[in-house]
């Protein structure tokens, strides 16, 4: 059985940090594209950044490039998303997923397999 579960989050303030995990089990976690998406409510999902394989291949939507940050550990069959500078809006359910082969890092259905979810508020 094929599971992702992501950890991390919590209530921080704007201007604070927090580091989310996910830890997958059940796949070849090295033959996937890691992603990491987020959800505000009343609002679509959305892309955050996704890592290949090989530690090096990164993409990052516009918006997050400088302040956040996914890297991943093959032998632990772990992605992370380093968040800093964190902004009110940046509040969300934040989702890690998996992909095998995407044709589109930043398109959610490109995505087999999905979190529950991990709650990051940042209060003003």
């Known amino acids: 059985q094929i599971q992702l579960v992501e950890s991390g989050g919590g209530l921080v303030q704007a201007g604070g940090s927090l580091r989310l995990s996910c830890a997958a089990s059940?796949?070849?976690?090295?033959?996937?594209?890691m992603g990491w998406f987020r959800q505000a409510p009343g609002k679509e999902r959305e892309f955050v950044a996704a890592m290949a394989w090989n530690n090096i291949n990164t993409y990052y939507d516009n918006w997050v490039k400088g302040r956040f940050t996914i890297s991943r550990d093959n032998a632990k069959n772990t992605v992370y998303l380093q968040m800093n500078s964190l902004k009110p809006e940046d509040t969300a359910v934040y989702y890690c997923a998996a992909a095998l082969a995407p044709r589109a890092w930043d398109r959610s259905t490109e995505y087999d397999y999905w979190g529950q979810g991990t709650q990051v508020t940042v209060s003003s």
């Open positions: 059940g796949l070849t976690f090295s033959r996937y594209i």
